[in-house]
Nanobody, 113 residues
Framework: QVQVVESGGGLVQPGGSLRLSCLAS????????MGWYRQAPGKARELVAS??????NYADFVKGRFTISRDNAKNTATLQMSSLKPEDTAVYYC????????WGQGTQVTVSS
């Protein structure tokens, strides 16, 4: 079993920055991928960014603004978000794809003036 915990959400003004962190613990053998999805009220969950041993992948709507990184030794992933827009407001979920896909509980990001 793998536990996934996110941190770092909050309220930020448009144009501001936030950093989300994800920590995976438990019976971890090897990761295929770690990443972030988000879900805004009334909308489907959508992929934001992911990182595998082959590299990183970003949704078009965050390219150039968000950066994902991963520390394999610490089993962590970080999502650095810049130039935030009101439409980035959502609950952000970290996931870990090991033998199964494990999800965190989510962290709220609100972009508002």
């Amino acid at each position: 079993q793998v536990q996934v915990v996110e941190s770092g959400g909050g309220l930020v003004q448009p144009g501001g920055s936030l950093r989300l962190s994800c920590l995976a613990s438990g019976s971890i053998h090897s990761f295929y991928a770690m990443g972030w999805y988000r879900q805004a009220p009334g909308k489907a969950r959508e992929l934001v960014a992911s990182v595998t041993s082959d590299g990183t992948n970003y949704a078009d709507f965050v390219k150039g603004r968000f950066t994902i990184s991963r520390d394999n030794a610490k089993n962590t992933a970080t999502l650095q978000m810049s130039s935030l827009k009101p439409e980035d407001t959502a609950v952000y979920y970290c996931y870990v794809h090991e033998s199964l896909i494990y999800w965190g509980q989510g962290t709220q990001v609100t972009v508002s003036s």
